[in-house]
């Protein structure tokens, strides 16, 4: 027990830091967490030595990039964001907004990739972090299909007619619902099962300042998002690029792909927008 106890203080330093936004000293570590400054010491000098936290010229204290690399390694091992990477570049490229990846994940809604395109503004959040379930698109198309683990407790805003717009679309938007003047638009990436019923995987969506949006146009927007998720979905089957079923999603992925590094050189530095998906 005392192992367990040691490794989640070790846990509850990384956390702290991540949520600090800057550097801190021991001391003011071991103050907020409750420790000793002894205790938090050897935590650190451990966590320092597998590069998972390190010292600025101040002696003060931030996240690692022993981190970068673990988060990396299971961003790649996620089987969704390995198949659709290609199509986020493509899509970004193409519409020149933020495209992101969104699932489910121990009852929460978190950004497995994103890909920035070369308009003016870029949308945040950023991979790894919480997306609200209730105001979102992606929120909206995991009530829609009844993600089981997506929490319960939350009163559904999802009213019959809009849960019925939904299922009639294929899509979910969200204008100015979380943050003011940015719209999104997801779709769901669907994966087979044993039981014939399709379930969700994730969701494919992209955010843009609603006055791009709107020039962009919803149904183009809505097009090229669905066929893009059906090419994936059909990838999680493991379906054979060129069968039939997958002839026509594929011929969108050879289209995009040859536009996906065209905005690679020209985007310049933008300032953020708080989006979401």
């Not at 570049?89 to 121990?106: D, H, I, S």
């Not at 717009?165 to 294929?170: E, H, K, L, P, S």
Request: a neutral charge; hydrophobic letters at 45%.
């Amino acid at each position: 027990m005392a192992g367990a106890a040691t490794v989640e203080k070790a846990l509850d330093v990384l956390f702290h830091l991540h949520d600090a936004g800057s550097a801190r000293g021991l001391g003011e570590i071991a103050r907020a967490l409750g420790l000793a400054k002894s205790s938090c010491h050897r935590l650190l000098a451990a966590l320092a030595e597998r590069e998972l936290v390190e010292q600025d010229e101040a002696g003060r204290y931030r996240p690692g990039l022993g981190l970068l690399s673990l988060g990396l390694g299971v961003q790649q091992r996620e089987p969704v964001a390995q198949l659709a990477r290609d199509f986020l570049e493509a899509e970004a490229a193409e519409l020149g907004e933020t495209v992101f990846l969104v699932a489910e994940r121990r009852g929460v809604l978190r950004v497995l990739d994103k890909c920035e395109g070369s308009g003016f503004l870029r949308a945040a959040p950023g991979v790894g972090d919480v997306v609200p379930a209730d105001v979102t698109a992606a929120g909206k198309l995991y009530r829609v299909h009844r993600a089981p683990t997506v929490p319960s407790d939350l009163a559904d805003p999802l009213g019959d007619d809009e849960r019925a717009g939904i299922r009639a679309r294929g899509y979910a938007v969200n204008r100015d619902a979380w943050i003011e003047g940015l719209s999104v638009l997801g779709v769901p990436i669907e994966q087979p099962t044993r039981a014939g019923v399709p379930k969700l995987a994730a969701v494919l969506a992209l955010a843009a300042a609603t006055p791009r949006f709107d020039a962009i146009g919803e149904s183009r927007i809505a097009e090229r998002l669905r066929r893009a998720a059906a090419a994936i979905g059909d990838r999680l089957a493991g379906t054979p690029v060129g069968a039939p079923r997958s002839a026509q999603r594929e011929s969108i992925r050879g289209e995009a792909g040859n536009q996906a590094g065209k905005a690679a050189g020209d985007a310049a530095r933008r300032p953020a927008i708080q989006g979401e998906n």
